[in-house]
């Protein structure tokens, strides 16, 4: 946004210096071309008074010598006629009989005046060319023709160019500093706001936004500060709660087991039954406790990963999946199922073997308590991504049940005899967010259910960085 910002405030400081620039550039060149028109201008009127003089009195003498002197002193030549197109003066190595000067006498002749009316420019060079009447009214008594030099009044307009764009470089660079200043007094308290919310969002205390920049922004800082406080304290009263739940369970539980196995040696046969429901609930509630307390840890290891990407860390999928394989192809074989595993390949994912091993667990617990009797598990590379897949043949699920299938707690309810928490899927899907992935969940063809732990590829990711 910063960046944007000043954009928008850079072409505006252009467009604005532009339009006083341009306009004065162009106004002093047709000034300073306007003063050399009239300098010259005086000086052809000068020359025209002599020439009416010594039409009247026939002496010449005093013209030549002017004119001379005006061609020694400023290098410009002349040409004066009367009224017969004959040379009175020529200086400075310039002709009556010249086309160009000839047609510049006609026309003064004819009581027209010539001046130059294009602007000069910097980069003018060569001559300009002026003619009038000599006389005085109506009456012509000869033509005056002067052949005037403009680079004098083009460096003269080269140094008022120079100071104008100076000027202009000045006011672009104060007013660039100004923009610079103004947007990060506006965009400064932004982007920590955005800081901030992007560490509440993931569940992380954000530290107080400074109250600065313009009075809306420093009452929104005010009422985000008060508002984190209170969403922050809830969040960690509640992450504390279960994570606190979960392991002081652990000792009464562990107690408890003790007893219960204790009394086993003291029970009637008939009572075998009931004894063996009870170890049952307490082994499904070890079992819940534990994932209540790893999905805590899931979901406090992801918002720190959403903020800061952490060290940098990867693993072989290809290879965590053929372990994996390795552990619990007996366990899909004492419960009827088949499973196979198949790599394309080595493939490096953005995670560590640690939490890539826990996700397939995740994956294959849920294939082989609900799915069929085949099951694959599968890792392959997808262009930026490394993709773990357990496919199974079994009933699958429907289009509603994928939906709320990573809620926690949710068990579909044609599985009711199978135990489980509810917590695995919810579990893998914490550790995925918190690495840049994501877990899909598809129907498999011709039935059964897809499930696929996407991460981004290790390599991929280094050459983006």
């Keep these: 946004m910063r960046k944007r910002v000043q954009a928008a405030l850079l072409?505006?400081?252009?467009?604005?210096?532009?339009?006083?620039?341009?306009?004065?550039?162009?106004?002093?060149?047709?000034?300073?071309?306007?003063?050399?028109?009239?300098?010259r201008s005086s000086d052809l009127d000068r020359f025209g008074?002599?020439?009416?003089?010594?039409?009247?009195?026939?002496?010449?003498?005093?013209?030549?010598a002017e004119a001379r002197r005006y061609t020694r002193l400023y290098g410009e030549a002349l040409v004066v006629t009367d009224t017969g197109h004959e040379p009175v003066v020529e200086t400075g190595g310039m002709r009556a009989a010249d086309p160009a000067v000839s047609r510049l006498i006609d026309a003064a002749l004819r009581n027209q005046t010539a001046h130059p009316?294009?602007?000069?420019?910097?980069?003018s060079r060569g001559y300009r060319m002026f003619a009038e009447p000599a006389g005085t009214g109506t009456r012509v008594s000869g033509a005056v023709v002067l052949r005037a030099s403009v680079r004098t009044a083009a460096n003269d307009i080269t140094w008022r160019w120079a100071a104008v764009l100076a000027a202009a470089a000045l006011v672009a660079v104060g007013c660039t500093a100004l923009a610079r200043a103004v947007t990060h007094w506006v965009v400064g308290p932004l982007r920590r706001l955005d800081r901030a919310v992007g560490r509440l969002a993931a569940g992380l205390p954000p530290a107080h936004t400074r109250a600065s920049g313009p009075p809306e922004l420093r009452q929104l800082a005010t009422g985000f500060n008060r508002m984190?406080?209170?969403?922050?304290?809830?969040?960690?009263?509640?992450?504390?709660?279960?994570?606190d739940t979960s392991h002081q369970m652990r000792n009464p539980m562990a107690a408890l087991r003790l007893r219960v196995d204790a009394l086993h040696t003291h029970l009637p046969a008939t009572a075998n039954r009931t004894y063996t429901g009870v170890?049952?609930?307490?082994?499904?509630?070890?079992?819940?406790?534990?994932?209540m307390l790893a999905l805590a840890t899931a979901e406090h290891r992801a918002g720190?990963?959403?903020?800061?990407?952490?060290?940098a860390v990867s693993c072989d999928a290809a290879a965590v999946a053929a372990e994996q394989h390795r552990r619990w192809e007996p366990v899909a074989r004492r419960a009827g199922a088949h499973l196979t595993v198949g790599t394309a390949g080595p493939a490096p994912a953005v995670c560590t073997e640690h939490e890539l091993a826990q996700i397939t667990d995740v994956l294959l617990d849920n294939a082989i308590k609900y799915g069929g009797a085949e099951i694959t598990l599968r890792c392959t590379a997808e262009g930026p991504w490394a993709v773990l897949a357990v496919t199974d043949d079994g009933p699958g699920l429907d289009a509603e049940e994928l939906d709320r299938a990573t809620q926690r707690f949710w068990r579909s309810g044609r599985q009711s005899?199978?135990?489980?928490?509810?917590?695995?899927?919810?579990?893998?899907?914490?550790?995925?967010?918190?690495?840049?992935?994501?877990l899909e969940l598809r129907p498999a063809t011709p039935h059964g259910l897809s499930a696929r732990a996407v991460l981004p590829r290790a390599d991929a990711a280094d050459g983006a960085r």
Excluded at 16 to 33: G, Y
Excluded at 304 to 311: C, N, S
Excluded at 417 to 438: N, P, S, V, Y
């Design 417 to 438: 005899g199978t135990t489980g928490t509810g917590l695995g899927l919810a579990i893998a899907e914490q550790l995925l967010a918190g690495r840049g992935g994501r």
């Design 11 to 39: 072409a505006f400081v252009v467009l604005t210096v532009a339009a006083f620039a341009v306009p004065l550039l162009f106004f002093t060149a047709s000034d300073r071309t306007q003063e050399l028109v009239l300098a």
């Design 117 to 123: 009316t294009r602007s000069l420019t910097p980069w």
């Design 279 to 291: 170890t049952t609930e307490l082994d499904r509630l070890e079992t819940l406790l534990d994932d």
């Design 49 to 64: 008074s002599l020439m009416d003089q010594a039409a009247t009195t026939g002496d010449v003498s005093g013209l030549a």
């Design 304 to 311: 720190e990963l959403t903020v800061g990407d952490g060290p």
């Design 228 to 243: 984190a406080s209170t969403v922050t304290a809830a969040l960690e009263q509640q992450r504390r709660l279960v994570a």
